[in-house]
């Protein structure tokens, strides 16, 4: 390793010239300028994790990176915001020459597991199990290039979406869309939704964990450039029928968490807020929306490309790392062994709904 100092402390003991530093060492960053990858997104999980940790790298007594990082037990550290931030690495200054171990035994971790890390983290990747596709959505060309593509590659689903749009109009009342709405009642109703969603589909619901829903919270009054919480919704007369709070950067939306109110499910209104958004998004400069990772048919429908995240662990030699190989690869792989078999996947997921549909009786 060159000559990198490093010194670890709490996202809130980061000051005013660190925070500037890492902003401008992201700007250097050849990779979209994904919100969960600035400053803000750590300190907000710093005030909801009290493991949460930041590496900061200086060489020549120059800044040059910054590692945000949580610690657990026995030295397992996993990507800041494990289990919701959709965007994970380290910032660092372009061509740092830096060696993975000696940076996890800085920050006294025997392990450090991640679930969608950059594509460009080369300091990581090759420590990668998996792979995945995070589908996105291009209107750096204007939505009215987006829309001429949905128009050639799903037609139907074009067709189909925008005319349950019209029907809901004439059902429910008046269809509106706002892409920033500040009332914090939205956001409750939007939590509600997607909690329910989660039970109903048997999934476990992540708002349930005071953690998340206070990260959220959190982040819906942050407003940076880098880093801004947008909460977008849906309505239909004076009922919002879908609604989706992400993060967004001056070019990128992060999307998040979106759901509907079943009422209203016939009309698709997830869907029709995904193409208000993206109409939406490009009239604010906005290039891209992530659609984050993970198989879903409306993501296919309304996916213009992809960028590439990958999962697992870089490990450090010792003891630590055994514990850590017992703890977590046995899982991984059973969830890859499901993963790469398509009618497997499918059954398991019928199996939590119906799991999900007696417990609601």
Same mark, same amino acid.
């Given at each position: 390793?060159?000559?990198? #100092?490093?010194?670890?402390?709490?996202?809130?003991?980061?000051?005013?010239?660190?925070?500037?530093?890492? #902003?401008?060492?992201?700007? &250097?960053?050849?990779?979209?300028?994904?919100?969960?990858?600035?400053?803000?997104?750590?300190?907000?999980?710093? !005030?909801?994790? %009290?493991?949460?940790?930041?590496?900061?790298?200086?060489?020549?007594?120059?800044?040059?990176?910054?590692?945000?990082?949580?610690?657990?037990?026995?030295?397992?550290?996993?990507?800041?915001?494990?289990?919701?931030?959709?965007?994970?690495?380290?910032?660092?200054?372009?061509?740092?020459?830096?060696?993975?171990?000696?940076?996890?035994?800085?920050?006294?971790?025997?392990?450090?597991?991640?679930?969608?890390?950059?594509?460009?983290?080369?300091?990581?990747?090759?420590?990668?199990?998996?792979?995945?596709?995070?589908?996105?959505?291009?209107?750096?060309?204007?939505?009215?290039?987006?829309?001429?593509?949905?128009?050639?590659?799903?037609?139907?689903?074009?067709?189909?979406?925008?005319?349950?749009?019209?029907?809901?109009?004439?059902?429910?009342?008046?269809?509106?869309?706002? @892409?920033?709405?500040?009332?914090?009642?939205?956001?409750?109703?939007?939590?509600?939704?997607?909690?329910?969603?989660?039970?109903?589909?048997?999934? &476990?619901?992540?708002?349930?964990?005071?953690?998340?829903? !206070?990260?959220?919270?959190?982040?819906?009054?942050? /407003?940076?450039?880098?880093? =801004?919480?947008? @909460?977008?919704?849906?309505?239909?007369? *004076?009922?919002?029928?879908?609604?989706?709070?992400?993060?967004?950067?001056?070019?990128?939306? =992060?999307?998040?968490?979106?759901?509907?109110?079943?009422?209203?499910?016939?009309?698709?209104?997830?869907?029709?807020?995904?193409?208000?958004?993206?109409?939406?998004?490009?009239?604010?400069?906005?290039?891209?929306? *992530?659609?984050?990772?993970?198989?879903?048919?409306?993501?296919?429908?309304?996916?213009?490309?992809? @960028?590439?995240?990958?999962?697992?662990?870089?490990?450090? %030699?010792? %003891?630590?790392?055994?514990?850590?190989?017992?703890?977590?690869?046995? =899982?991984?792989?059973?969830?890859?062994?499901?993963?790469?078999?398509? /009618? @497997?996947?499918?059954?398991?997921?019928?199996?939590?709904?119906?799991?999900? !549909?007696?417990?609601?009786?």
């Amino acid at each position: 390793m060159s000559d990198v #100092r490093i010194r670890v402390v709490r996202p809130g003991e980061l000051d005013a010239a660190d925070i500037e530093a890492w #902003r401008e060492l992201r700007a &250097k960053a050849d990779a979209p300028a994904n919100p969960f990858m600035e400053p803000e997104f750590t300190l907000a999980v710093g !005030r909801v994790r %009290p493991a949460a940790r930041v590496a900061v790298l200086r060489e020549d007594g120059e800044p040059a990176g910054f590692f945000p990082y949580e610690k657990g037990p026995l030295g397992h550290g996993r990507a800041i915001g494990l289990g919701v931030s959709d965007c994970q690495g380290a910032v660092l200054r372009p061509g740092l020459r830096l060696d993975t171990r000696e940076l996890l035994r800085a920050c006294s971790l025997s392990a450090w597991d991640f679930d969608n890390l950059e594509a460009d983290q080369g300091l990581f990747v090759p420590h990668a199990a998996r792979g995945f596709a995070s589908p996105v959505i291009d209107v750096g060309g204007g939505y009215a290039r987006y829309e001429a593509v949905l128009r050639e590659q799903s037609p139907k689903f074009f067709r189909t979406t925008t005319a349950k749009e019209r029907k809901l109009g004439r059902q429910a009342g008046e269809v509106r869309f706002v @892409l920033d709405e500040r009332d914090p009642a939205a956001l409750r109703t939007l939590m509600g939704w997607k909690s329910a969603q989660y039970r109903r589909t048997g999934r &476990k619901d992540r708002f349930a964990q005071e953690w998340i829903a !206070r990260l959220v919270r959190l982040l819906a009054d942050t /407003r940076a450039p880098g880093c =801004s919480g947008v @909460l977008s919704v849906l309505y239909a007369g *004076d009922r919002p029928a879908a609604a989706h709070f992400g993060l967004r950067s001056r070019t990128v939306l =992060s999307c998040w968490f979106p759901a509907y109110d079943p009422e209203f499910a016939k009309f698709s209104p997830g869907l029709i807020l995904h193409l208000r958004m993206a109409e939406a998004a490009a009239a604010e400069g906005i290039g891209m929306l *992530d659609l984050g990772r993970g198989a879903a048919e409306y993501k296919d429908a309304l996916k213009t490309g992809e @960028l590439r995240v990958h999962e697992g662990a870089a490990v450090r %030699p010792g %003891p630590g790392a055994a514990l850590y190989w017992l703890r977590r690869e046995p =899982s991984r792989r059973a969830h890859s062994f499901v993963r790469d078999r398509p /009618r @497997l996947a499918r059954f398991a997921s019928k199996t939590l709904n119906r799991a999900a !549909r007696l417990r609601g009786k």
